[in-house]
């Protein structure tokens, strides 16, 4: 844990960034072991933006000149090469085979997008929907819709979020999964916790506004296995009423915004959620072998 002297090193990415960038010495005393390594970030858009451009040049620095192999691992690469991204990586390769024509071949989703709803006509939806899942962007809006729900008496109603523990989350997944296979009633609602290196999959999936990548990444749990009809797998994207976002997604909500009006985003199709790999590393810059 202190200085990560072991052939294969399971942290977190805050711990990684914490320590390429801290100036203490516990903190500092196990970046020696880097050297050479093959470092890969699962999840890789979830980078919080505001830190995103340190983070990048310290891992450019140590594919450039401390011999790592860089690996990004996730279903929503983040674009972060030169000259899309200022100051970005200035090489790489993505690992995916052809990723625009897996997106077209692995279709499986569709997007609609709902306009402005409130709690109450959130709630009247899902009384429609026998297994769905609502994705909000705060706790304390997926706790009011939880209330909301089982007061409104709707069936198999799950509430999760970060303010329930590990192991109790475990448990409350291990039951979904089961209500899902069985066809049992079974209406969740979750904050984004749901969108990363969570397995579920539901026949509905509504999202609140956010970034391009978090719906992508809710998408992810509609349809998942493709055994339904693509115009049968809806994702729904909503404004909420009376819930106001966190300041850090209202950035992302913008753009998102934009870019639906530049592409046309309604009805647009998501692919599959099959795991795109991008590597930075020596090789990119044709001075070496990737370990």
């Not at 100036?23 to 970030?41: D, E, P, Q, W």
Request: net charge neutral; charged share 25%; with cysteine.
């Amino acid at each position: 844990m202190e200085d990560w002297a072991a052939p294969v090193v399971v942290t977190t990415n805050v711990q990684l960034f914490e320590s390429l960038l801290a100036n203490k010495t516990s903190r500092c005393r196990k970046l020696h072991n880097l050297s050479n390594a093959v470092i890969v970030l699962d999840e890789a858009q979830t980078i919080p933006l505001p830190v995103l451009r340190p983070c990048v040049a310290a891992l450019d620095e140590l594919a450039l000149n401390y011999g790592c192999t860089i690996v990004l691992c996730t279903a929503t690469q983040p674009a972060l090469m030169q000259p899309r991204f200022k100051d970005g990586f200035a090489g790489g390769e993505e690992l995916a085979p052809d990723p625009a024509r897996l997106h077209d071949v692995l279709r499986r989703v569709t997007l609609r997008q709902a306009g402005t709803m409130s709690d109450v006509e959130i709630i009247a939806a899902l009384r429609q929907e026998t297994q769905v899942l609502v994705i909000v962007n705060s706790r304390a809006h997926a706790l009011a819709l939880y209330r909301a729900a089982e007061a409104a008496g709707l069936e198999g109603v799950v509430h999760l979020s970060t303010r329930q523990i590990a192991a109790d989350r475990r448990e409350i997944l291990g039951e979904v999964k089961q209500r899902l296979k069985d066809g049992a009633p079974c209406r969740v609602l979750a904050t984004s916790l749901v969108e990363a290196g969570v397995d579920l999959d539901f026949p509905r999936v509504w999202r609140t506004e956010a970034g391009l990548d978090q719906i992508a990444q809710a998408a992810g749990r509609c349809n998942r296995e493709a055994k339904r009809p693509i115009e049968q797998s809806i994702v729904t994207i909503f404004k909420p009423a009376e819930a106001k976002p966190p300041h850090e997604i209202e950035g992302f909500i913008g753009d998102m915004g934009r870019t639906a009006q530049n592409h046309a985003l309604e009805g647009f199709v998501f692919a599959r959620g099959h795991r795109r790999l991008f590597r930075r590393s020596l090789l990119a810059q044709g001075t070496g072998e990737p370990r």
